[in-house]
Nanobody, 125 residues
């Protein structure tokens, strides 16, 4: 059974940093596509970043240059380093995993098969 558990959310001031982490069980972070998706109140889900099996990454334009997605193979975790946070980054952030051994990756939320429960990030201007 696949289980994804996020941690690291919180409340910060604009310009500060946070690191989100997602612990996976029953699923290989190293061998699959994983991503971070966020949803703010009243808005649609937005793909933030993904990392492919081979380590390639892609970011939403709104976070490119500020956020970094990475895998810790030893811990089987997925991380999201968020720097220079803005109030518009406030949202619930979800760790998401693609279908096992899927050949491609995507920022589209509907691509992902497995989801964590989410962790809240609140940025005050």
């Amino acid at each position: 059974q696949v289980r994804l558990v996020e941690s690291g959310g919180g409340s910060v001031q604009a310009g500060e940093s946070l690191t989100l982490s997602c612990k996976a069980s029953g699923y290989s972070v190293r061998r699959n596509c994983m991503g971070w998706i966020r949803q703010a109140p009243g808005k649609e889900r937005e793909g933030v970043a993904f990392i492919e099996r081979g380590g390639g990454t892609k970011y939403a334009l709104s976070v490119k240059g500020r956020f970094t997605i990475s895998k810790d193979r030893a811990q089987n975790t997925l991380d999201l380093q968020m720097n220079t946070l803005r109030d518009e980054d406030s949202a619930m952030y979800y760790c998401a995993a693609g279908r096992i051994y899927a050949r491609r990756c995507s920022l589209e939320p509907d691509f992902f098969t497995y989801w964590g429960q989410g962790t809240q990030v609140t940025v005050s201007a």
